[in-house]
């Protein structure tokens, strides 16, 4: 857990995005355009959030190295995993075309989206993080920790700070 704590405290965040998408309807309802503007606020941090600061980590890091160590699991688990990294990335690009086409449609994929997505979040904290720490050697998982924060330097750490914070303003909109 120590090691992979980054990876979890990433997953809290973009659970706590997928629980307002979830609680949007009655926004949706209400008022349409705002929720469209809520919806795009929403894709921007999904997209360089859960995509480019986490999904990132574990693509570049955290998965080739079970894969290395462990080729039945790189061969399912694994694999399974970057599937769904590459469906998330399209559903993302196929909900905002129907933003402008088909507003439900949009409502159906995102809340489509977030339910898939929670549910790899949950094989990840339940299955795959906890594998990780028995098959990885104590060094390794040292290692893999200090270049998790070297990708959070790289990329931003700052940046990183606000897009959390933006989704508690983004909350104020209902
Ligand atoms: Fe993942
Ligand atoms: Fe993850």
Not at 64 to 79: D, H, Y
């Amino acid at each position: 857990m120590e090691y992979t704590k980054i990876l979890y405290d990433e997953h809290e965040v973009i659970i706590s995005a997928v629980e307002m998408i979830e609680s949007s309807e009655s926004l949706l309802n209400d008022d349409p355009e705002k929720w469209k503007v809520f919806c795009k606020k929403m894709i921007y941090f999904f997209r360089n959030y859960a995509d480019k600061y986490h999904h990132h980590k574990e693509e570049q890091l955290l998965f080739p190295k079970i894969s290395q160590e462990n080729e039945v699991m790189g061969m399912n688990i694994i694999a399974e995993m970057l599937e769904n990294h590459n469906d998330f990335r399209d559903y993302l690009s196929e909900i905002e075309e129907c933003l402008n086409s088909d507003i439900s449609k949009a409502f159906l994929k995102i809340s489509d989206y977030c339910e898939h997505l929670s549910d790899h979040i949950s094989v990840e904290n339940e299955e795959l993080f906890i594998s990780v720490e028995t098959l990885l050697s104590e060094n390794d998982l040292e290692t893999m920790m200090y270049q998790f924060q070297d990708i959070d330097r790289d990329l931003g750490e700052v940046k990183k700070k606000e897009l959390e914070e933006s989704l508690e303003e983004i909350k104020q909109m209902f």
